[in-house]
């Protein structure tokens, strides 16, 4: 491995001193609120869905993964067991009063996967799957989650028979629901109700989220009280349970990240096949339906089958309360799982095609602000509010919750331009920003949390762009505001724990991890509903034979490029050396062509060709360095293992 050694004593920058305080205090934040919110033996005292309780944690191995403390790996594992465990077959019943309704912990795991009962689709999987493959980036030698990789990917590649979710023949997963029991084809009338009005009872007059899916064009306008009359209970249940229950839907894509952090711990090409052949499914259909991905296939593939052809309406598609949000980020996992897996950059045009159908219906507001349509229905692209009232029984069932047209949202148009580097990506990016009026792209939220869209990655784009020089200190201090708000609720949080059971209200998690992986690693904020990391570089720390930098030991990627990253290293520890291996991509994804960089006393820079994933990087006490490398990106077999690890990595007791 070509090791480079830093040679220049100064002062920390700004944004270095601020990465290592961010770190410091989510530790502190992270063990106060363990301590404060969870039982001894790792139970959370929030009472909630199962992804919920796998969210209160979800990112610690990322954060450890990155440099934080050891316990940071150790809590993350000890709560999601601890999850699981307590969503088994029954162990807890105490009701939690919130908000005038019950909550309970409900059984809800079966081979510690979601249940039939609590069959969810791959928004909510994908927010509990994220918790499981950032385990994969803090330790890959774990014996269980590898078996657990495994068994969960039989489930939806067809290999466990009770789990009959995957379709070969029509390449569908049967269900937009799912689990390790099977797909759930029929639905109850409270279940039908929520996804077809809102709301979260039978009757309830306001929407809780909104419409979900729809039967159109089979029933036009659903009354709000369908399921008072049996003859038209039993018509709407048989309808949605053939027209959404039993058919396929974008949003599914997201299983493509369970089975690539599969592929990700084996290298076993089954998981590999698997995910370009459903991504490429989709393609497929979206090229039969005149370039428009269709939100529906029946249970034989057909598009809009059962609908008379109709291709919007699916859960969570087109007709979804906030549009096609949800099912883009099935479609952005997709994609980015093919072609990290294959190489092959064509796999995004999926992605692409469907912000540029979009952008082709955008118009401009009289204050010119640019404004893209994210719904399609029965009159076309829509561009304004979708109001539908449901009063033949004077009970008002708007829905009120569909967003309007607005600017376009930042996660996907970054993470299809980190992923292409293209120039056609870029300019799609420029255009948006030409019509923008009403966001600042420089600026970042204070309120920084982890769901918002990809709002900040505006001003992560202005910054390599050259239009943001300020962007590092202020994201980092963004979300030091934002962590130390939550931190002192925590701390001065006095409840008893069964004045918080009680209650149901606890602090959000205190770990962010979105400004960290856009500063340290050249990355838009991994897709929080089952994405997997992105990252231009990775750390490693050389001396304790762990991943993440080193402490104190502050990086900064301060240029992208198709072919090239430029990185900066700080040791802001004024007596000992640090040793860090640097990584091209999250999991060797990457090579390094060459690198570039200044050794003091020299009049120009020394340029080494490496061809290689890794390059090591000494740092003596109070250096920094500055490194150009040259990349070639998607060249390599991905994989969880460690730069030491070799070619297989050394799971104690891994299945053959």
């Known amino acids: 491995m070509k090791s480079i050694k830093a040679t220049k004593v100064s002062a920390p920058p700004a944004w270095a001193l601020m990465e290592r305080n961010l770190f410091e205090l989510m530790e502190q934040s992270a063990r106060l609120f363990t301590r404060k919110y969870t039982e001894r033996g790792g139970g959370t005292l929030l009472a909630e869905d199962l992804d919920d309780l796998y969210e209160q944690f979800y990112n610690y191995s990322l954060f450890y993964a990155m440099g934080a403390a050891d316990d940071m790996l150790d809590i993350h594992l000890h709560q999601w067991n601890a999850a699981t465990r307590i969503s088994d077959d029954g162990i807890r019943h105490r009701p939690n009063i919130h ?22 689709e ?7 799957g994220t918790a499981f493959y950032h385990m994969g980036l803090g330790d890959p030698t774990i014996s269980e989650n590898v078996r657990r990789a495994r068994r969960f990917a039989a489930m939806f590649i067809g290999e466990d028979p009770e789990a009959p979710n995957w379709d070969p023949k029509h390449r569908i997963l049967r269900s937009p629901f799912h689990s390790s029991q099977g797909p759930k084809l029929k639905a109850d009338t409270t279940f039908a109700n929520v996804m077809l009005l809102g709301g979260r009872r039978l009757g309830d007059p306001g929407n809780y989220y909104g419409v979900r899916a729809s039967l159109y ?39 493509t990240a369970l089975v690539t952090n599969a592929y990700l711990y084996t290298g076993d090409d089954k998981y590999k096949q698997w995910v370009l052949d459903y991504t490429e499914a989709w393609m497929e259909r979206t090229q039969r339906n005149g370039g428009i991905v269709p939100d529906n296939v029946d249970a034989n593939g057909v598009i809009g089958g059962g609908r008379e052809g109709v291709w919007w309406g699916g859960q969570y598609g087109w007709t979804s309360y906030n549009g096609c949000n949800i099912m883009q980020n099935g479609i952005n996992i997709g994609v980015e799982c093919a072609q990290m897996l294959s ?59 569909y967003a309007p047209p607005g600017p376009m949202a930042g996660q996907e148009i970054m993470h299809l331009y980190h992923a292409s580097m293209s120039r056609e990506d870029y300019e799609m990016i420029t255009h948006i920003r030409d019509g ?16 918002n869209g990809g709002q900040n990655e505006f001003a992560r784009f202005q910054y390599y762009d050259g239009k943001n020089p300020d962007w590092p200190e202020k994201i980092l201090s963004a979300e030091y505001q934002h962590a130390l708000e939550i931190y002192q609720r925590i701390r ?43 990252a231009t570089v990775r750390y490693f720390d050389q001396d304790r034979g762990r991943p993440g930098l080193p402490p104190d030991v502050a990086a900064l990627v301060d240029e992208l490029g198709p072919d090239r990253v430029g990185l900066q290293l700080v040791n802001t520890h004024r007596g000992e050396t640090r040793n860090l291996i640097v990584q091209a991509g999250a999991f060797g994804e990457h090579q390094f062509t060459q690198i570039r960089y200044h050794e003091e006393g020299r009049d120009a820079d020394t340029v080494t060709p490496i061809d290689a994933k890794y390059f090591a990087v000494g740092l003596p006490p109070s250096t920094s360095i500055r490194v150009e490398a040259g990349l070639n990106r998607f060249v390599n077999t991905p994989s969880y293992a460690f730069p030491w690890h070799g070619d297989k990595i050394p799971v104690p007791f891994q299945v053959p």
Request: proline share 5%; hydrophobic share 35%.
């Open 343 to 401: 190489g092959d950059s064509g796999y995004l045009d999926l992605l692409r095609s469907q912000l540029q159908a979009r952008l082709d219906q955008a118009y401009r507001r009289e204050d010119g602000q640019l404004v893209v349509p994210h719904r399609y229905g029965k009159d076309g692209w829509e561009t304004g509010p979708a109001v539908e009232a449901y009063d033949d029984d004077g009970i008002g069932m708007g829905q009120w919750s």
């Open 217 to 255: 064009p089979i029933v036009k306008h659903l009354e709000a009280r369908w399921f008072e009359n049996p003859e038209r209970k039993q018509q709407i249940l048989s309808l949605f349970d053939k027209l959404v229950m039993q058919c396929d839907t974008p949003s599914s894509l997201g299983a």
């Open 492 to 534: 001065l949080d006095e409840r008893s724990k069964d004045e918080m059971i009680r209650t149901n209200e606890f602090p959000y998690q205190p770990v962010v991890t979105k400004g960290l992986t856009q500063v340290t690693m050249g990355a838009p904020q991994t897709i929080y509903c089952g994405g997997l990391l992105r």
């Open 122 to 128: 791959w928004h909510h999987l994908g927010e509990g």
């Open 99 to 120: 908000e005038d309704f019950v909550r309970v912990y409900r059984p809800s795991i079966h081979n510690e996967f979601w249940n039939l009962d609590e069959a969810a």
């Open 436 to 451: 923008e009026v009403e966001r600042d792209w420089n600026e970042v939220d204070v309120a920084v949390g982890e769901k």
